[in-house]
């Protein structure tokens, strides 16, 4: 499956951005999807997954509450509502396509390009 991620940019400390994720080339509810992201000199770590109807979640402890994933499966897409956004946030952030509902990005298969969140203070 093909990830193209989209929605990133500039915003200032407390405000929104919605990161999309459009899949192509095999059946998207065959996977799992999920969030991640990479801030410089740090690993790549889980924000959030969303399974494959939709009806399941998991998030970050530091992204609960603020950050909203859902999935609409008749468009092919993965979004991701980020609320309350905070300095720490700026990251690149990518999708990726999964087997299983889990926050370890090695479980993924298949990952869009990155999209860059920069929050300024």
């Known amino acids: 499956v093909q990830l193209q991620a989209s929605g990133g940019g500039l915003v200032q400390a407390g405000g929104s951005l919605r990161l999309s994720c459009a899949a192509s080339?095999?059946?998207?509810?065959?996977?799992?999807m999920g969030w991640f992201r990479q801030a410089p000199g740090k690993e790549r770590e889980f924000v959030a997954a969303?399974?494959?109807?939709?009806?399941?979640?998991i998030y970050a402890d530091s992204v609960k509450g603020r950050f909203t994933i859902s999935r609409d499966n008749a468009v092919n897409t993965v979004n991701l509502q980020m609320n309350g956004l905070k300095p720490d946030d700026t990251a690149v952030y990518y999708c990726?396509?999964?087997?299983?509902?889990?926050?370890?990005?090695?479980?993924?298969?298949?990952w869009g390009q990155g999209t860059l969140v920069t929050v300024s203070s």
């Open positions: 990726a396509a999964g087997a299983v509902l889990l926050k370890n990005p090695a479980r993924y298969d298949y």
């Open positions: 080339g095999r059946t998207f509810t065959n996977y799992v």
């Open positions: 969303i399974s494959r109807g939709g009806s399941s979640t």
